[in-house]
């Protein structure tokens, strides 16, 4: 965000062979909550809000090309538009981009929206079971553990709650829950190597700062059953 509380659309690049940072063409259109996902060498840029007196809703799809630093416009995201705080998150499987509204904003709703960049559209899934305030999301491949969306937090209301691990299951459409968190917290670092999931710090409720960092085994994966370690 800016000084004035908007957000900004700088885009810089860092190459870690010099060290060394670059500005490339800014975010045609400014905006904060949005996710940022990358497919076949391209950066998308979904959603998030606009601000002004009140926040804006933006369903706009901005797509990255890093080789012709050049910005082109996707197909809008469906169900997405109106007043209020945008409260999404996404992964990628199998090249698409799935997009997860976890919290109720303003009669937003709650959602799963697939968009398939080779195709250029939309498609809808099963929507998450339980609101997840500024929730986390992250993918196992397939190669060491079951091709499956991980989305954690804690739940919606107040950035307190109990903690949820909830497993979305793209090739069946469905939801299931996986083991939670061992200290609740939101707005967590998460990801995967050789689909082990990692999370990393976060927040419970407004201040407090979670500097946690736990490891978590699929179920599925082979030869190891489920499980967290700290």
Known sequence: DSSSGGPLGDNEVYDPATNSWATKASLPTWRMGLILESVNGLIYAIGGNTHGVFPYLSPLNEIYDPI???WTTGALMPN???QGFSDITSAVIDDKIYVFSCGEREGNGIFTQIYDPLTD???SGAPIPIMIDYASAVST?????PKRIHVLGVHYDGHEGESEHQ???????TWTTGTALSSPRHSLGLA???D???ATGGYYESTEI???NEQYTPIGYIPEFSSWIV
């Open 68 to 70: 012709t630093d050049s």
């Open 121 to 123: 559209s939309w498609s």
């Open 167 to 173: 497993i979305y299951d793209p090739t069946q459409d």
């Open 80 to 82: 997405f538009l109106g």
């Open 192 to 194: 995967t190597i050789n």
């Open 141 to 145: 491949s397939g190669v060491f553990a």
């Open 196 to 198: 082990i999931l990692y």
């Open 210 to 212: 979670n500097n946690k």
